[in-house]
Nanobody, 112 residues
Framework: QVYLEESGGGLVQPGGSLKLSCSAP????????WAWYRQAPGKQRELVAE???????MYADSVKGRSTLSRDIGENTVSLQINNLKFEDTAVYYC??????WGQGTQVTVSS
């Protein structure tokens, strides 16, 4: 397992933007595959966005067109920018890399 540290959550008004960040130690080798998941109260954890080792991006339909996942291979970091936030984006967001490394979670709350 790799220790992942997240940051960037918070309280945002609908229509606002947020950028989540996640980092891993640089001395463990380069990480190419990253994913962001989220879990809303009472719901299962769901995949939000992912980048494969080859750099192929995938976004869930719920965030497609208003989200951008970026990675920095040299720094072992990944970020997730979400624009035009909606009430239903409220959740705890987790970064993930294989096979079983998870961040501690960062709360995103969209509220007016």
């Amino acid at each position: 397992q790799v220790y992942l540290e997240e940051s960037g959550g918070g309280l945002v008004q609908p229509g606002g933007s947020l950028k989540l960040s996640c980092s891993a130690p640089r001395n463990i080798g380069r990480i190419y595959h990253w994913a962001w998941y989220r879990q809303a109260p009472g719901k299962q954890r769901e995949l939000v966005a992912e980048i494969s080792q080859q750099g192929i991006l995938m976004y869930a339909d719920s965030v497609k067109g208003r989200s951008t996942l970026s990675r920095d291979i040299g720094e072992n970091t990944v970020s997730l920018q979400i624009n035009n936030l909606k009430f239903e984006d409220t959740a705890v967001y987790y970064c993930h890399t294989g096979p079983d490394s998870w961040g501690q979670g960062t709360q995103v709350t969209v509220s007016s």
